[in-house]
């Protein structure tokens, strides 16, 4: 009888093992559902949405050499996939575990109605596999990280299925054109189209350029001018390839930089650990502030609102802030540093709710990822369930000259086009051009911000 292999976040035929074990059992029908109603406010954002395209494109590809598709469906995954398996006579759905609530949701229903197999592989660990002396899942992420590095490396990845077989008849599905992922008017995607392959075989590729690097990793990663991480963040999200598959590539590749590359891909089985724990994280704080005395909403006021579209256009006047917010709109990616230095600008220096913050990222980020974008979001904010972060306010010109932005800042804020170098960081009037003042002085915020943050503590 067929089986049925339920694709998510999951798009790869190697180290695949829903795939691996369904291709095992019987004739494969791989089925895509997209759901735009069960995650609500986190349905895939604009730029998710041209990714996910052109993933389900290529794995359509790639399945077309052994004479296979992909079965696309549109609407409540359990009920599409419960169809699905009554119409066609599956014995069986697979599918790779997932930790968002509404999937979370989906594999309880589907489970009453169909033999549903869940498997592991798209963390280096499952959430709940490491667990406190007290048996409890950590909260903090340095401890987490401990007892994750005791159990490594991973399992070894899988092969990808050698022959997949086809079924005697496909069940109805729809036209990926018909699901019009794609941005039409105004068609905004070609800087990320330049930026970015997709796909199962680019995913490799670029592991494989990285491997040449990694061993820099250490001090390139905090440098936004040059090409100093992997860049394998939308992949990993998309699952066009697994973190085992990574460690595996390069663990052996001794020293710092794979050392401290490591540490960030248990960021992110970190983060899914959090959601695992707290399902609501990315809209719900932790920590129980005043958050009404901390926040300027940007509802209440249209002033505030103006601020949040400057913040989001790259129009604040601080360089580094603008040049990260633009590689954002323009590339679908932003460098972790200034990651940093713009989430924090947004929370500190303008007092507005992350939650804005985390909107915006998820609508315009290729890697826009529930778990990461809510655990790095809270994370800034000092909201979350690690260390409180909030009196640490980062200071961008000094971030912005430590970490020698000056290349990157040319790249994407040309108004600037005329400053010099050492003037970049903070452009004086005669250098500025068309090139907006500071919203607010660095002083000024850094005392309103603490301001908010005693009062909010009540
Ligand atoms: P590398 O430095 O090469 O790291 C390798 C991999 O480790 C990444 O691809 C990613 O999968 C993982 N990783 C690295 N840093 C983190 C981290 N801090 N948290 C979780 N995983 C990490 N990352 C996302 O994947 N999706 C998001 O939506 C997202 N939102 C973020 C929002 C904010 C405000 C901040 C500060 C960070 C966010 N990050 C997010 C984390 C991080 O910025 C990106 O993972 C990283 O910049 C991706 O580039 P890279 O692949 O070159 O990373």
Redesign the pocket.
Known sequence: APQIVWLRRDLRLADQPAFHAAAQEGPVIAVYVLDDEAPGEHAIGGAGRWWLHHSLESLARDLGKHGSRIVLRKGDAATELANIARESGAARVHAIRHYEPWWRDAEDALAKTVDLALYDGNFLLPPGAVTTASGEPYKIYTPFAKAVLDEMPPREPLPAPSTIHRPDSWPQGDALDDWKLLPVRPDWSGGIADFWDVGEAAARRRLEEWSDRVAD?ETS?NLPSVVG?????PH??WGEISPAQVWHRLHGRRGQGWAT?AK??I??D??QNVIAQFPGYPRESYRKYDERKLWRHPAAGRLIARDLRRWQRGLTGYPIVDAGMRQLWQTG????RV??IA?SFLVKHLLIDWRE?ERW?WDC?V???YA??G???Q??SGTGVDSNMFPRIMAPLRQSEKFDAAGYIRAFVPELAGCRDAAIHDPPDEERGAYPTKMIGHKEARERALEAYRNSKG
């Open positions: 990793y990663r991480s992997s860049r394998l963040s990993l999200h590359f960030e891909l960021w992110r970190y983060a990616w932003m460098h972790n990651r940093m989430a913050g990222f980020l890697d826009a990822d990461n974008n655990v790095n979001w994370w800034v």
